[in-house]
């Protein structure tokens, strides 16, 4: 999960680029493979909890532990999904040509936010999954 997220954190480093080049068509391309990929991670993330829950008996009131993975993971993934929103958005404004080189804030804050994203799940990936690892059975 942690790859797709940092690779569609450089795709949408590469459509920012595009559209800062006048490239429209670099653009649209790029938020589309950014989404595709946003997509692809939360459908990781539905199944990891599905896995959890049906598999390892690991339901957000199994310990305190659970309650705060489902917490962080839930709310980390609210705010892909708001990310995914704001990409759909930029994709069908710049299918429609609305972007140019100059005025382009909408896919400024886009991509600000979604690098924001990421490095929440990287910080989540060494809170949740490493540190607990680290700290013995603190899970």
């Known amino acids: 999960m942690t790859i797709v997220l940092l690779t569609s954190s ?4 590469w459509a920012t680029g595009r559209i800062r080049k006048g490239d429209r068509t670099g653009l649209n391309r790029a938020v589309a493979v950014t989404l595709l990929l946003g997509i692809f991670f939360m459908f990781l993330w539905a199944y ?14 199994s310990s ?3 309650t ?24 069908s404004r710049g299918i429609a040509g609305q972007f140019t080189k100059r005025p382009h804030v909408a896919v400024e804050a886009v991509h600000y ?13 060494f809170v949740i999954y490493i540190l607990p690892l680290l700290g013995g059975d603190a899970a």
């Open 64 to 66: 305190a532990y659970s």
């Open 10 to 13: 450089f795709t949408m480093q």
């Open 68 to 91: 705060t993975f489902y917490a962080l993971t839930g709310f980390h993934g609210a705010h892909v999904f708001g990310g995914l929103i704001g990409l759909g958005v930029i994709l």
């Open 113 to 125: 936010y979604w690098h924001f994203v990421d490095i929440v799940w990287v910080t989540l990936v």
């Open 48 to 61: 990891e909890y599905y896995l959890l829950i049906t598999e390892a008996d690991f339901g957000i009131n």
